[in-house]
């Protein structure tokens, strides 16, 4: 896919904590997901086949999808707003789903999370992405990365009542109280061939204690769809 194609951009994080315990955490630059069901997941996937006749997405099919599934309209506008980032640097990253932070107490307080960037939110301007080669986005992140280490912000977000839970294409008021957990520091990059991040599947439900799930259908569906995806991956190196 080209990195010129309006689609979200992503990150997968993987903690690895005292005594061998792992917490994941696997992030969109968009503020919301496209999908309130397993369903609309899968229904996309199928309306994005390639057709054999243009070598590209059979239009009819898309076509029909957005007009039969609403809960895309949120990032498919943001999408269609806003072009590519310039640098994976320039992306804020959203955690999507809430989750429950579980004290000593096993008091629950539900959150969401976003990693704002130190070198700050952009977008492609228009005569960037119109001149833009299909391949960009690593290119940038190794030239960056010659510079100086790059920083992201741990930001996490508090619910309140009556906050949606489950619902990750429905954002949370902006007014929500927010605390800076921590900064995420990347210092060097690798070609994917060598990394070995490229052998992690990157399930959002590997989560270290005092850290829960919701009942977001969403969020229980992608632990046994990413683990599809990574065996195939892996079988296909």
């Known amino acids: 896919m080209s990195d010129k194609d309006l689609s979200p951009r992503g990150i997968g994080l993987e903690f690895r904590l005292p005594g061998?315990?792992?917490?994941?955490?696997?992030?969109?630059?968009?503020?919301?997901?496209?999908?309130?069901?397993?369903?609309?997941?899968?229904?996309?996937f199928i309306a994005l086949k390639v057709d054999p006749a243009t070598h590209g997405p059979n239009q009819v099919a898309f076509?029909?999808?957005?007009?039969?599934?609403?809960?895309?309209?949120?990032?498919?506008?943001?999408l269609h707003q806003n072009n590519p980032p310039p640098s994976y640097a320039n992306c804020a990253f959203f955690g999507i789903h809430t989750f429950r932070f579980i004290d000593a107490n096993a008091k629950e307080t539900i959150v969401r999370f976003r990693f704002q960037p130190h070198d700050g939110v952009k977008?492609?301007?228009?005569?960037?992405?119109?001149?833009?080669?299909?391949?960009?986005?690593?290119?940038a992140l190794f030239e960056r990365v010659k510079s100086s280490a790059i920083k992201w912000d741990m930001i996490v977000s508090l619910g309140e009542p009556g906050d949606t839970l489950d619902d990750p294409t429905i954002l949370w008021p902006a007014s929500r109280s927010e605390f800076n957990a921590g900064t995420l520091v990347?210092?060097?990059?690798?070609?994917?061939?060598?990394?070995?991040?490229?052998?992690?599947?990157?399930d959002?439900?590997?989560?270290?204690?005092?850290?829960?799930?919701?009942?977001?259908p969403v969020l229980l569906f992608r632990s046994p769809s990413y683990a599809i995806s990574h065996e195939r991956r892996l079988r296909e190196l």
């Open 20 to 44: 061998g315990e792992l917490h994941h955490m696997t992030m969109l630059h968009t503020p919301m997901f496209f999908a309130l069901m397993p369903k609309t997941f899968i229904d996309k």
């Open 63 to 78: 076509k029909s999808f957005l007009m039969s599934h609403h809960d895309n309209d949120a990032q498919f506008a943001f």
């Open 123 to 139: 977008y492609l301007s228009k005569a960037a992405f119109d001149s833009a080669s299909d391949e960009f986005l690593i290119p």
């Open 186 to 202: 990347l210092e060097t990059a690798t070609p994917d061939p060598q990394a070995g991040s490229y052998k992690i599947n990157y």
């Open 204 to 216: 959002p439900l590997m989560m270290s204690g005092g850290i829960a799930a919701t009942n977001d």
